[in-house]
């Protein structure tokens, strides 16, 4: 008994070594066999949707879809006994992709189409930036990662600013314009605003009055606006996220924040922006 628990033990860290070791050639090389499977079946699932090619090469695609999922299926198994915390891995990001990779085809025995979920695989192409090791992608990453949750707030309350206008404006619209020109409900006129703010401009419905066009054109020009302000607040964080990390512990204090982390020459606080002694 004691032999095969050593045995399965020795099996569990080979298995280890490859799935999860991508600084050992075998780990390196079943990482770039799994996200060539990856974008194989990405392109399978395209091509199942191109009519021509789905009805002459139907049963050929299934069966690689089939294999892949298998294979994937394998892969999942194997990274749960693999782990030390299954339990860990199962519910972290990685974890629910792998898991999402492979629910598609077998749902797709009860529910036909839904096979074509399977796209979700794409999204473990992730991975590929843990097995390049490239510190500059690394760094980056981690740098924009960090402005975006700086950031989430104010971008929170700068979506709850549009959507309090989108429904004033298409209350508006829907008074000005009214079901004549299509606006046939307030959530039919709210559709309209949000169409028109994100300039997208489907052209399916349009203001036929005067005021009405003044509004749209007031519309379309707000919308501009609201695009650049996301980009902006996270282009500032990302910003003050890279001095950060390129800054030094100085010696110069801050009187107001007492924060000793920018460059020796700064003469201005990067944290609140208050002078700094010299």
């Known amino acids: 008994m004691k032999k095969l628990k050593?045995?399965?033990?020795?099996?569990?860290e080979k298995v280890r070594i490859v799935l999860y070791g991508t600084n050992t050639i075998l780990g390196r090389m079943f990482d770039l066999v799994l996200l060539g499977l990856i974008l194989l079946s990405v392109l399978l699932?395209?091509?199942?949707?191109?009519?021509?090619?789905?009805?002459?090469?139907?049963?050929?695609?299934?069966?690689?879809?089939?294999?892949?999922?298998?294979?994937?299926?394998?892969?999942?198994?194997?990274?749960?006994?693999?782990?030390?915390?299954?339990?860990?891995?199962a519910l972290s990001f990685y974890g629910i992709i792998d898991l999402f990779a492979v629910l598609p085809m077998y749902l797709s025995i009860f529910f036909p189409g839904a096979s074509i979920l399977s796209v979700v695989r794409a999204l473990r192409f992730f991975r590929l930036f843990k097995i390049l090791h490239i510190p500059q992608i690394s760094h980056q990453s981690i740098q924009l990662r960090e402005a975006i949750e700086a950031s989430?707030?104010?971008?929170?309350?700068?979506?709850?600013?549009?959507?309090?206008?989108?429904?004033?404006?298409?209350?508006?619209?829907?008074?000005?314009?009214?079901?004549?020109?299509g606006f046939t409900s307030i959530p039919?006129?709210?559709?309209?605003?949000?169409?028109?703010l994100t300039?997208?401009?489907?052209?399916?419905?349009?203001?036929?009055?005067?005021?009405?066009?003044?509004?749209?054109?007031?519309?379309?020009?707000?919308?501009?606006?609201?695009?650049?302000?996301?980009?902006?607040?996270?282009?500032?964080?990302f910003a003050k996220s890279s001095l950060k990390n390129n800054a030094v512990s100085s010696r110069k204090i801050c009187r107001k924040c007492n924060s000793q982390v920018h460059f020796d020459n700064a003469q201005y606080c990067y944290e609140c922006g208050?002078?700094?002694?010299?």
């Open 152 to 181: 989430k707030e104010k971008i929170l309350v700068f979506i709850y600013f549009v959507l309090i206008s989108t429904i004033i404006i298409g209350t508006v619209m829907y008074l000005v314009e009214g079901k004549e020109s």
């Open 45 to 89: 699932i395209m091509m199942e949707t191109v009519q021509g090619i789905n009805q002459k090469y139907h049963t050929q695609l299934i069966i690689c879809e089939w294999i892949i999922t298998i294979f994937f299926t394998i892969e999942y198994i194997l990274r749960i006994i693999s782990i030390q915390k299954p339990v860990k891995y």
């Open 6 to 12: 050593s045995k399965y033990e020795i099996f569990r």
């Open 199 to 237: 300039t997208v401009g489907y052209g399916d419905i349009s203001p036929q009055t005067p005021l009405g066009q003044f509004i749209a054109a007031f519309v379309m020009i707000l919308g501009y606006g609201i695009i650049a302000v996301p980009t902006g607040i996270v282009t500032a964080e």
């Open 188 to 196: 039919m006129s709210i559709y309209w605003t949000i169409v028109t």
């Open 274 to 278: 208050t002078k700094l002694p010299k």
